[in-house]
């Protein structure tokens, strides 16, 4: 029995179907199988193949779960462990939460629309409700981060999700998402549906890592909305091949004094294809935004996108695009945009595109460096983004990653 | 220590030093003057071994070694120092981790970040919204760490505060071994012909020799060395008739060496342990 807003999402879906996305490659979703094994439910996710259990580690997930606050596991399309470790926190499936509770309704294809294109109605229609629900209660604050992992582990499958991620008023959360593929995954894709709310006064941290394979298409599609005060910090960090790739995530900042920030750091090597971007709309006095993007290609593709909206007055919001092309194949194609619609706003933008600067080679070999050593000491530095506000242990995760990533650089 | 022989350079297919013949040797600080455009900078970066600057022919002498198309790096190991005048911005990395690699690793960052008053500045990315004194101090910081035998300083006052001057003076001097110190069982003089370190020093405006003692001038115009000197004497000359002077000097250059720009070469300031004489 559907109610009747489920049978308009439906309604709405399936008239999207075959509606290619405004940016990006379009997928013939009917080349991807959809897996209809249930894997087994693991109460302990160690219990996961050694080779697993390294590709999680590669895209930040821990299965032992020390110093994290919570995990969530699915693989392919089952969801093979829920768990959590903080009173005031909660980790469930996305199915399970709709289920337990009845206002979740209030919370499914609110930041995100059933009828965007292909990838959103593919997700909506499917027969099961993937991904995950993680909530933090009025006032908890997670001491460690969540983490959550999708994990692609069939060959020629698709993989969707819908995740809903709520800071209630006054709460702290950070969440860990890995999305990786198993190394077998020659073809595949994943669809990722991620709806974030963020209430008066809360936080969010959200650090995707992506770790994906030649094979590999992905269309995550994230809408997050931000009420009075609160703050939503993204991070995103792809350093590893992928297909292609598309995705423009947006944050409607609806409260006043509302924050956000976008941080983003990706590196294409050839056959890869990246359109990445972050929107953020200023819909309310005195909100903010930043989005900082560093992009670097070794032979592929980047399209690096940046919008920035001003709907309110006295807000302030900048936009910073580097990319460094560091192969004569590679392309990065940077554009940044900002949309005033009314006065008394102040919006920038910075963009830098080009190979690393001979100046600053130079200078750090006038130091001793041989010209290898400083290539790599910019190329660090240029990759080594300080994410305000994190959580140390959030930081050195980041950390880590950007650093097994230069090592696939030189 | 460093010799420059009938040395020509071009920056694209427009020559820009002309014949330049100079010698330091160890101990010995030399100061350079000369309007803006002259080439100054230009044969700092030279003798470093910057890609822009092609030696179109002449020799480039450190150490004993013909430097002349060594690799920056390879200069920088074998002793050559440079103090930016503009030092890029490199993002990301900050000036601790830049200094640590000055020094290979065997150096006390903080307590040599103590001594230039620039601790605060160690973890924010090198030379990044810096104004003009705070690079000048990052620069001297990194060659303290460096401690190279040959110091080259391109205007290393400009834009430091009248606060900072003398601060700046004396990690200079304390680089090119200068530093007044006592030391048990060495008289000052025995300390003085000690000094192996050598530098050589761009200034436009003169003021860091109030604070450097120096012992050999040069002036550079249009290319060439026209003149060479006591510092301070030519220092004094420069501020009282400008280097429209120099023109006349390069003149008569021109003609006493038959167009080869062989300027005559000074006693001034040979002995580096005498000290530079012609001070107040």
Sequence with gaps: MHTARQEEILARARAAAGKAAAYGEDLDLNSYRVSAATLPYLNDPTQLAAEDRARLLAAGVDVTGSDRAGTFIQINQSVVHCGVAQEGLEVLSTAEALEKYPWAEEYWWRAVLPDQDKYTAHVALAPQRNGYFIRALPGARAVYPLQACLYLQQEGAVQDVHNIVIAEEGAELHLVSGCTSAARVKHGAHIGISEFYVKKGARLTFTMIHNWAEGVAVRPRSGTVIAEGGLFLSNYVCLQPVRTMQMYPTAWLQGPGAVARYYSILVAPPGSSMDVGSRVVLQAPRTRAEVVARTLTTGGEIINRGCLVAEAPEVKAHLECRGLVLAETGVIHAIPELLAKVGNVDLSHEAAVGKIAEEEIEYLMARGLSEDEATATIVRGFLNVQMMGLPPALQAEIDKAVEAGEKALF | ?280
């Excluded at chain 2, 010698?23 to 010995?28: D, K, L, Y």
């Excluded at chain 2, 970066?45 to 690799?71: C, H, L, N």
């Excluded at chain 2, 060496?257 to 530079?276: F, I, K, M, P």
Aim: with cysteine.
């Design chain 2, 1 to 280: 220590m460093l010799r420059l022989e009938n040395l020509t350079v071009a920056v694209g297919e427009r020559e820009i030093l002309h014949d330049i013949n100079l010698e330091i040797r160890p101990g010995e600080v030399h100061v350079l003057f000369g309007p803006n455009g002259s080439g100054k900078t230009s044969l700092l970066g030279a003798i470093m071994g910057f890609a822009r600057y092609r030696v179109v022919s002449g020799k480039i002498y450190f150490q004993g070694e013909d430097i002349t198309t060594w690799p920056i790096d390879a200069r920088a190991r074998l002793g050559i120092g440079l103090s930016f005048q503009r030092p890029p911005t490199v993002r990301g990395v900050t000036t601790r981790q830049l200094v640590g690699v000055c020094g290979r690793g065997q150096v006390e960052v903080e307590a040599l970040a103590e001594e230039l008053n620039f601790r605060d500045f160690l973890d924010r990315d090198v030379n990044l919204g810096f104004s003009g004194g705070e690079l000048k101090r990052s620069e001297l910081l990194q060659l303290l760490a460096q401690d190279p035998q040959l110091v080259l300083l391109d205007e290393p006052e400009s834009g430091v505060d009248l606060e900072n001057i003398a601060l700046i003076g004396r990690v200079i001097n304390r680089l090119l071994e200068r530093d007044v110190v006592h030391r048990e069982g060495k008289s000052q003089r025995e300390i003085r012909r000690g000094r192996r370190k050598a530098g050589l020093v761009i200034t436009h405006t003169g003021y860091i020799l109030d604070y450097l003692n120096t012992d050999v001038g040069h002036v550079l115009f249009e290319g060439r060395l026209s003149c060479v000197g006591n510092p301070h004497e030519l220092l004094d000359c420069i501020q009282k008739l400008g280097y429209e002077e120099c023109v006349r000097c390069s003149i008569e250059n021109a003609t006493m060496a038959g167009g080869q720009g062989n300027y005559a070469h000074g006693t001034a300031g040979r002995d580096s342990g005498a000290g530079t004489g012609g001070r107040g």
